[in-house]
Each structure stands twice: as structure tokens, then as C-alpha cells.
């Protein structure tokens, strides 16, 4: 029995979940693996093995559940913890997620999005934990992805003179336009971390994970993660529907906050793309590149907007349209 193995033997023995038959669940983009536990009479749970050696850092996640739980939230609920260990058992809240139920029910599209925008209207109306904030010369350089990996594993060449103009410029749009008081923001909420949970009711029938790197932000990051999702093509109508439900439910600048949008929306996918050739070329996860056509046509949006004229015509000249040699390139 491997090191590791033995660890979480010995935690599951001591929370009283040794017995229980353990099953391999997909993971994500990260290190974290999970296991599905079930007992003889059907009860389940997960395990979330994160281990410190890997970068794992299971307190905050257990933290911000309990913070969520407490605000009505439908966070998974935290049964055993070991963080020294890296390892969480929590409560199982199904396979429901979003991009599952409408691949069965088309019709359940619109009202799945509406909830979710609901719950994050709820969620940025609350008192939230203390969060590091998520400013903008700090989205400014996460932006460098774009440059150092999608470009550079692209081109060979990472146009780091380029970049630096760049985030010079582009920091000096985000603090014109993201504007007004920050608020919870998940950053990485889309179909594929939402559960729907209809034996619930109200915004607790949104079942929420994958929120450990939730920060301090403008309240357009998550409604843009869901609407501009990477992994699946969210209807132009439910983008343009959620977006003016969002800014009736809150009662927001409406100009103001389309010009958030849009911007949130250039810094995100410049950032997804860098991530995704970084897991395709340092973790052989190849199929992330299969979404980037769908993540630059995003990118490529937003810088219509007024908001990004003027960094947009140097960006598109910087950065690579994903042809079929620059997929091939970004999976080799």
C-alpha cells in the first residue's frame, strides 16, 4: 500500500467510512482527485484527495462551504476533514450538474440559467468571508497567459514586449469601467460546477463546488463564467436574457455593467487560453484544446465592445487565431 493510500485509509477509518465501496469520479483542470463512497444502503459521500505535496489546500474550500451553507447556499456540507492531509470528506450532491440536464431536457435551458443568475444575485447581496480582492492590475497580469503560453507554444516566440504594453494599457480599462463595490465572486461558475437540486427550493436548488478560489471582485466575473462558458455553447438568446434579468434583479447601471461584461469577458478568455495550451503541453490534458475555438470566439466578441478599442486591434494582431495548425501546434 502506497504512502498515500494508507493516509486515506487511516482517514476514512477514523471518520467511520472505511466500509463504504469507493469509486473513481472525473476530476477537473486541477490536481484534486475524488472518490465516490457508497454503503451497503445506498448512503453516499466524496472524498476530495488534494494532497499538500500537489499544491493542495483544502481549507479554504471547507471554510467558504460552511461560509455559503450558512448563507442559504447550497455548498456541499463538510462530514470529516484532515487538512494537514489534503483530505475532505463531503456531502454527495449528485451527478445533476447543468450541462447533464440539458443534454436530457433542452426545455430546462433557460430555467436552469435563470436560477443560476438568481443564486448569484443572491450571493452578491450577502456579507461575504474576508477574500482576497481581485483588482485590476492584478487581472491585468493574469492576462500574460495568453502571451507565455498560447502564444508562445503557438508562435515560439511569447511577445513579452507586447505584453507588458499591454497590461499597462488594458489595467488602466479595467479601472475605468469595473467600477462600484466588490462582491463574492466563485470564478469558475459555469454548467459543469452547478447542480440542479428541484427537491429544493428557491436559490438552494443550485447546487455549488469548486469555489476554493473564490475572491473579491465586480459583479459581472461570474455571470460572464457562466454565460461564456469554455466547455459548452450557451444560446446567444439565454447570454442576452440573463444579462438583462441580471440587471433588472439588481437594479445596476445598464450601460455601465455591458461595459463590465465585456471587459471581464477579454481578460477571462485571454486567460483561459493560456491555461488550457498550459494543460495540454505541462499535463498531456489535450482535449482542453478542443474548447479553445469556442474560448477565442468569446474573446474575439468582447472586442467589438467600444470598451476595448483601444487595445483591441494590437491584441488580435499579437494573438493567434486558432487555425488547424495552431490546434495542432497547441496539442503536440
Known amino acids: 500500500m502506497s504512502t498515500r493510500n494508507g493516509e486515506i485509509t487511516a482517514f476514512l477509518t477514523a471518520s467511520g467510512y472505511d466500509s463504504w465501496t469507493a469509486k473513481p469520479l472525473a476530476g477537473d483542470a486541477s490536481s484534486r482527485r475524488y472518490q465516490r463512497l457508497t454503503s451497503e444502503r445506498g448512503a453516499s459521500a466524496i472524498l476530495m484527495d488534494w494532497p499538500p505535496a500537489d499544491g493542495g489546500d483544502t481549507q479554504p474550500f471547507a471554510d467558504l462551504a460552511e461560509n455559503l451553507r450558512h448563507k442559504g447556499v447550497s455548498a456541499p456540507e463538510i462530514i470529516a476533514r484532515d487538512h494537514a492531509r489534503g483530505l475532505l470528506l463531503i456531502e454527495d450532491l449528485g451527478d445533476a450538474l447543468f450541462t447533464e440536464v440539458i443534454a436530457q431536457d433542452s426545455s430546462a435551458e433557460m430555467p436552469l440559467y435563470r436560477a443560476a443568475t438568481d443564486l448569484l444575485v443572491h450571493l452578491q447581496d450577502t456579507p461575504v468571508a474576508d477574500l482576497p480582492p481581485?483588482?485590476?492590475?492584478?487581472?491585468?497580469?493574469?492576462?500574460?497567459?495568453?502571451?507565455?503560453?498560447?502564444?508562445?507554444?503557438?508562435?515560439?516566440?511569447?511577445?513579452?514586449?507586447?505584453?507588458?504594453?499591454?497590461?499597462?494599457?488594458?489595467?488602466?480599462?479595467?479601472?475605468?469601467h469595473l467600477q462600484g463595490d466588490m462582491v463574492f465572486v466563485h470564478r469558475d461558475y459555469h454548467a459543469q460546477n452547478l447542480l440542479w437540486l428541484p427537491e429544493r427550493a428557491g436559490i438552494a436548488r443550485v447546487g455549488v463546488i469548486d469555489f476554493q478560489d473564490a475572491k473579491l471582485g465586480h459583479r459581472a466575473y461570474d455571470l460572464v463564467s457562466l454565460l461564456q462558458d469554455a466547455r459548452r455553447d450557451v444560446p446567444a438568446g439565454v447570454e442576452l436574457q440573463m444579462i438583462d434579468h441580471y440587471i433588472h434583479a439588481t437594479n445596476i447601471d445598464d450601460s455601465a455593467f455591458r461595459s463590465a461584461y465585456a471587459v471581464i469577458g477579454v481578460q477571462r478568455n485571454m486567460r483561459i487560453l493560456g491555461i488550457f495550451a498550459r494543460l495540454s503541453q505541462n499535463a498531456g490534458k489535450h482535449h482542453y484544446i478542443d474548447y479553445v475555438p469556442r474560448v477565442w470566439a468569446h474573446f474575439e466578441h468582447g472586442l467589438n465592445h467600444p470598451a476595448l478599442a483601444p487595445v483591441a486591434e494590437e491584441l488580435l494582431s499579437a494573438l493567434p487565431a486558432p487555425t488547424p495548425d495552431a490546434l495542432e501546434r497547441l496539442r503536440a
Do not use: H
Open 134 to 176: 481581485l483588482g485590476p492590475r492584478i487581472m491585468a497580469e493574469m492576462t500574460s497567459l495568453a502571451f507565455s503560453e498560447y502564444r508562445q507554444t503557438v508562435l515560439g516566440d511569447p511577445a513579452e514586449d507586447v505584453q507588458a504594453r499591454f497590461e499597462n494599457r488594458f489595467e488602466d480599462i479595467l479601472r475605468e
